[in-house]
Structures are given as structure tokens and as C-alpha cells.
């Protein structure tokens, strides 16, 4: 059995207002129930609205299809850089450390 999901996809493209299942049976001489299961087994179409006619008893679901964007594009890895020294660490005065720590506002007398 051929698939009736490139027909509809292609017809709600051109009518990006949507058709009701109805008027895509007009256009595509397809069965209603046909269209229902197909329309249920598309991921791309949804329904924007429903509509009320004069002569309708029920509301009627006015189908449109969307725009599937292309997968984001995988981001290029940057070549890590190992660091060919160790840092090193300057030297310090004695009156600048403070219990192992260097701290940078100590005063020679140590008050707090």
C-alpha cells in the first residue's frame, strides 16, 4: 500500500493556512479516513485551530504542517594545549606569610 504522507505534506506546504480534513479530500480525491491515518503517523503536522461551519455539527480540525529545521551542525573540537612548564611561584619574604598562607595585607606586627 503507498503511503499518502509526501501527497499531504506537499499539499499543506502550498496552503500554509491549513485545509480541514475535508478539503484535502477534495483536492487529493483521497478518503477522509485515509487521511485521518495519515495525518496520525506524520510527526510534522499538527493542528492550529479548530473551525465551526453553519451547516457543521462538530468542530472541524484545520491541519497545517511544519517547517522541520536541519540538525545544528556538531561543533568542531579545539587541539588542546598541554603546558610545556610548571608554573612557578615567586618568592616570598617571610613576613608576608602567615600560618602557611600567603597573605597579602599582613603587617609586619601581626595585629589583627
Not at 6 to 35: A, F, Q, Y
Not at 46 to 60: A, C, F, S
Not at 64 to 80: A, G, L
Request: charged share 30%.
Amino acid at each position: 500500500m503507498k503511503s499518502n504522507h509526501p501527497v499531504i505534506r506537499e499539499l499543506l506546504k502550498k496552503n500554509p493556512d491549513g485545509l480541514s480534513i475535508k478539503e484535502m479530500s477534495s483536492v487529493t480525491k483521497l478518503l477522509p479516513g485515509g487521511i485521518l491515518k495519515s495525518l496520525k503517523g506524520m510527526p510534522d503536522v499538527y493542528i492550529d485551530r479548530w473551525t465551526v461551519g453553519k451547516q457543521q455539527k462538530r468542530e472541524e480540525a484545520v491541519w497545517c504542517v511544519v517547517e522541520v529545521p536541519e540538525d545544528c551542525p556538531r561543533p568542531e573540537r579545539k587541539e588542546r594545549v598541554r603546558p610545556t612548564q610548571f608554573r612557578r611561584m615567586e618568592p616570598r619574604k617571610l613576613s608576608q606569610v602567615l600560618h602557611g598562607f600567603v597573605h597579602q595585607n599582613a603587617n609586619s606586627a601581626g595585629s589583627y
